[in-house]
């Protein structure tokens, strides 16, 4: 089973690293679906993932539809704040990869994209009234590591004894 971040459009290259750097954290595969609101050789998508990029499993796509015909019939949920359904409440254990995609940071995903698969949209709960989304790369973190939680962490280090621990030394 392996989690899969899909970014529709990002149009941040901040956001992009920082999410590049959660993959490589959690052995998460990133997918880019094109077009992208910047370079891959943009200084601040490298300064965000600082040195981590060799280490993530990055798939460039197209298009949507690229990216529909590479996905099959796996799992999808689309990660909205138009959804009557809270991320939480989904099972994430199911012995198959999992793919979560999240739209560009100033206009989200297409709308009838959602509405063709609205059964599959999540929401994380915020106060709407305050701010007009949460940031992207905060999203995709807090969705991506409660899909780990509900697995058990897999293949991830709970503990780790550093050289120079803190807490030990």
Same mark, same amino acid.
């Given at each position: 089973?392996?989690?899969?971040?899909?970014?529709?459009?990002?149009?941040?290259?901040?956001?992009?690293?920082?999410?590049?750097?959660?993959?490589?954290?959690?052995?998460?595969?990133?997918?880019?679906?094109?077009? /992208?609101?910047?370079?891959?050789? +943009?200084?601040?998508?490298?300064? &965000?993932?600082?040195?981590?990029?060799? %280490? *993530?499993?990055? =798939?460039?796509?197209?298009?949507?539809?690229?990216?529909?015909?590479?996905?099959?019939d796996r799992q999808l949920y /689309?990660?909205?704040?138009?959804? +009557?359904?809270?991320?939480?409440? &989904?099972?994430?254990?199911?012995?198959? %990869? *999992?793919?979560? =995609?999240?739209?560009?940071?100033?206009?989200?995903?297409?709308?009838t994209f959602m509405k063709e698969?609205?059964?599959?949209?999540?929401?994380?709960?915020?106060?709407?009234?305050?701010?007009?989304?949460?940031?992207?790369?905060?999203?995709?973190?807090? =969705?991506?590591?409660?899909?780990?939680?509900?697995?058990?962490?897999?293949?991830?280090?709970?503990?780790?004894?550093?050289?120079?621990?803190?807490?030990?030394?």
């Open positions: 089973m392996t989690n899969h971040i899909v970014l529709f459009e990002p149009q941040i290259p901040a956001n992009t690293g920082n999410i590049a750097r959660t993959c490589a954290a959690t052995n998460t595969t990133l997918h880019l679906i094109e077009p /992208l609101g910047f370079s891959t050789d +943009d200084k601040q998508l490298k300064r &965000a993932g600082l040195d981590y990029w060799h %280490d *993530v499993n990055i =798939i460039h796509h197209a298009d949507l539809a690229a990216f529909l015909d590479y996905l099959g /689309l990660i909205t704040k138009f959804a +009557d359904r809270i991320y939480s409440e &989904a099972d994430f254990t199911k012995d198959e %990869d *999992v793919f979560f =995609i999240f739209g560009k940071e100033t206009t989200g995903l297409p709308e698969n609205a059964e599959k949209c999540l929401r994380i709960p915020m106060n709407d009234e305050h701010v007009r989304s949460l940031n992207l790369s905060n999203t995709a973190c807090m =969705i991506v590591y409660e899909a780990l939680r509900q697995q058990g962490f897999p293949n991830l280090e709970l503990t780790h004894t550093y050289e120079n621990d803190k807490l030990k030394g």
